[in-house]
């Protein structure tokens, strides 16, 4: 596999220079690895030092880089040389040609009466059931299942042992046991959505469950019932988000960050890694909640202190007054 | 699909009132959202407002609210009126006609030694190991893997990709390397458990892991080797138990807890969600840990010196014997 | 199933004291509940007092504890019981004659592309993509995915729903939507590697993700792209590896613990259960950060207070000044 560096700038555009258009491409590799035969990119500006060593053929730079870039040897000026980059690994797919046929996989169990474009792909032992709808160019992956009445719409990525469509986790209490509330409502979700492998996402108690277009859910990520996310929201792996939450458009959850039940996240808020959200947040920004590791013998005395932290406050709040007092 | 609320009341009980038994009902909705066709229910005295506001053509409500329900329009009366809800789920689920056939799907790989009862429900790409057993009217979704010798009760629900008997993970150190400690237990659920999309149940070391009568567990949940679940506990998404740990009967563990290995935990003990539990707990009661989220600024002030909590409370000891001196 | 003491040292070593070779073992069983007619083991001094009261019919015990063992009954020493006892139930295992046949389930969907040892064991209802190549007596045991390209070396166990080789976690920020950044690498597990049921480890993005020689992870672990686990490292339930983080030899990680991404974890690292790593690493050791669980009402001060823990700081500061000035 190789691509000509002509047929990258005439796929993706970008200005090339310091090198013929015949100029062969081996590989994209990360700047500090890159060898001369090497596509690589530089997206970061705080990285600059690392592009006068690197060995590649080629790097991606900003018009900002121009000069730098130049002195080094060739570069292509884009105006977001990482998208451009992603751009770059799709090209590198396509001409590799591998891509998925569309069609359903003989193993595949899909319900008669599910909708099924004609571009979708539905890998192997992937299960579609009853009045679901795939998308044009919707690619189920492997062992994926899509359940009853949900909607996945177009160019969506399900990656294996995706569950689309269990139950929500409801139940009343009655006498010291549980009686299941039915999970009446389905799943929705939208276009350009990626879910990644043994993530669920779980149908809605009355209403449906909805996830807009352009979402990114990491490997397993749990999303509740009835849940809402936002456009392009993003949320890396082993997240979770409570039943009924509403996540708002381009928020980001990190790994392993919690959002509980019937909270609102506003547009644009971001949650660290590791972060629980107890209330809803109505400002964008970056939140964030997570004990620092350190030690463990420090952290022990310190997390000892902790359960009495607020009897210390109450020991200087005296403190003051006595001081005062003298 | 729609039911009249004469079918209800004669399947459910309760008192209808203000409504004739004709009335067709065409949807179960939440009190805010639900339209003129549409039964609701107020399960929490605090949403008492939304009441007079709502459009629904029936409200369920609790005794104590019969009146001002009566003000507003038809209610039916029940002792528990979310009870009463989930219960009307399930009827309208069976008047859906859509319940599953009992039986084993084709795609299923089910062993000749396994026992499965003739009212279970074994879905699409299920694997029943040697050995196992899976009781009356239980329903393994799709792609739900029972492993050798594993037995699941009467009436439960396991939800797509859920792994029952996976090995429980022992290793003896030697050498720097780990030896493998077969797991020769097995995995014994009870009856009505339901448990969630890709939730894994490992088998004993020794013994069997134990899952009691009427437990759910949400989707992606943890269920080390060994450990016990009392009756009607419930675990949220995400939650963990490490091996060997006891969880006592209606006890709770709310989304991504974690309860470590060879603990014991009381009756009625519940976990907050994102808290860790570290000793064994014997009252019951709501127990939390968690560094609640804040805006990054402030958490990094905090976080750091946190760091130094331990030294704080030693100078905050100094100054109050300074002060004493004085 | 049972086997003699003199199968038993005869196959794994270790000196038998106080009973015939004939001694017939019926099962293998933990001290506290051992009967007379079963097999156990004394691994932790700690737990001493145990062995006077065992009614085992023999223990695996450590030759410093030879005398005390025979006091209370027959015993086999042994350098490192814990080992030998594992060894054990590898024995009992085997004996069982259960073990699975090498070969591929009629079920199983391999791709023509890619090789799978002789000796393998790919079990039903797996999926083997193009490339892919799985080592000698290495076993998938049901419902997992080795995606394309993907190398596992010998030995290896898979449990049901690991998904090895989904696309890792990439995505370009452009006006406000994400491009997808394709991943081109794949992903390399060493030999005698054990994955934990429903355990997800990406490809790379542009290199291999890569697990070495010996590593265990347990259930639902996340391994992002582009992470290298080094030998020996074990890893509990729930635990989390972002992108291109490096754990070193022999490092463990406890459940529910999370490594934040391109970090980097000396050799003999350990991370406690639930903690999060948010900087490198250099020395060996044990770290921990969790906010120990408490009675809710009394976290909930001390969490307030944690909110103002700067401010304390600086109050404490001020006092420190004004006692110095009196």
Known sequence: MSL????????????????????????????????????????????????????AACVIVAPALREQARQRGACIVAAN??????????????????????????????????????????????????GARIGAGTWLKSRVTVGEDCQVGARCILHSGVVVGADGFGFAPEDGAWVKIEQLGAVRIGDDVELGANTCVDRGALDDTVIEDGVKLDNLV?????????????????????????????????????????????????VSAATTVTRSISQPGLYTGMFPADENAKWEKNAATLKQLHALRERIKALEQALKAT
């Not at 970008?14 to 081996?26: F, H, N, Q, S, V």
């Not at 030092?49 to 690197?54: G, R």
């Open 81 to 130: 040389p990482y998208a451009y980059f992603a751009r770059a690994t799709q090209l590198w797919r396509q001409a590799q040609g591998r891509g998925p046929v569309p069609g359903v996989h003989p193993s595949a169990v899909v319900h008669p009466d599910a909708q099924v474009d004609a571009s979708a792909i539905i890998g192997p032992l992937c299960v579609v059931e009853r």
């Open 4 to 55: 000509l560096l002509g047929q990258i700038v005439d796929a993706l555009g970008g200005e090339l220079e310091g090198a013929t258009r015949e100029t062969r491409i081996a590989r994209i590799a990360p700047l500090e690895s890159a060898g001369p035969g090497d596509l690589s990119f530089l997206s970061n500006p705080r990285y600059q030092q690392q592009l006068a060593a690197s060995q």
């Open 222 to 270: 749990q999303i509740g019932h009835n849940v809402h996310v936002g456009r392009h929201a993003a949320m890396a792996g082993c997240a979770g988000v409570a039943g009924s939450a509403r996540i708002g458009a381009h928020c980001t959850v990190g790994g392993g960050g919690i959002v509980l039940g019937h909270l609102a996240l506003a547009d644009h808020v971001h």
